[in-house]
């Protein structure tokens, strides 16, 4: 039985584990090899701490979305009897509202790289065609890996932002999938999920 206070601890775990994967994908942009750095202290040092750092937010990604329960009930406690359980109505606009939230951050976030993809959607196709008559290369194209490793990723986030921003549909059907699962450990008799999807 979930009451109104697991479904606060869940939808907070959930934005909790949703922020530490879009910091992982925004760490892997320190990863990325550094011309002209390699092999000196502050290249080895800063390579140290973003792997450590990224090792950390995978560990809080994975035990937030795979082992939470326990966490659930160290944080609200065990259900009374008093208390009233939540409707599955209620556990979906919960979760559905958090993860909205959560993409519409994560858009903001990247509001910058979202200005810069209808520019060089513009712009792009014309440097090309130019590149390929005039026979040189634009200075557009001669970035380092780095760069385009920040642009992957930042193509990442915002796709997560998206499809966060949009209710991410399949993700909740797996927390519900789970949701039952441990309600049926537990020996409850939880009624299925009817969505219109």
């Known amino acids: 039985m979930m009451t109104k206070f697991h479904l606060i601890a869940k939808v907070t775990l959930n934005i909790l584990g949703i922020y530490s994967l879009y ?6 942009g320190y990863l990325a090899f550094y011309p002209g750095q390699t092999g000196t202290l502050v290249w080895v ?8 750092v990224l090792v950390i937010l995978l560990a809080v990604f994975y035990n937030v979305f795979f082992v939470r329960n326990g966490w659930i009930l160290r944080m609200v ?8 359980p939540v409707s599955d109505k209620q556990i979906l606009a919960g979760l559905r509202l958090g993860l909205v939230f959560c993409g519409v951050l ?3 976030y990247n509001a910058d790289f979202i200005t810069k993809v209808p520019m060089f959607l513009i712009y792009g196709p014309k440097i090309l065609v130019d590149m390929i008559v005039y026979k040189y290369v634009d200075n557009m194209f001669n970035i380092s890996i780095y760069a385009y490793l920040r642009g992957f990723t ?7 932002g998206i499809y966060l ?8 059907k797996w927390q519900m999938k789970k949701l039952r699962q441990s309600a ?14």
């Open 154 to 160: 930042a193509i990442c986030k915002l796709a997560l």
């Open 77 to 84: 406690g065990e259900v009374q009897g008093c208390e009233q």
């Open 184 to 197: 049926a450990k537990i020996g409850e008799n939880y009624a299925p999920l009817q969505t219109h999807e």
């Open 45 to 52: 040092v800063k390579t140290l701490i973003a792997t450590t």
């Open 23 to 28: 910091l992982c994908l925004s760490q892997f």
């Open 106 to 108: 994560i858009i903001v």
């Open 165 to 172: 921003a949009f209710g991410a549909p399949h993700f909740v």
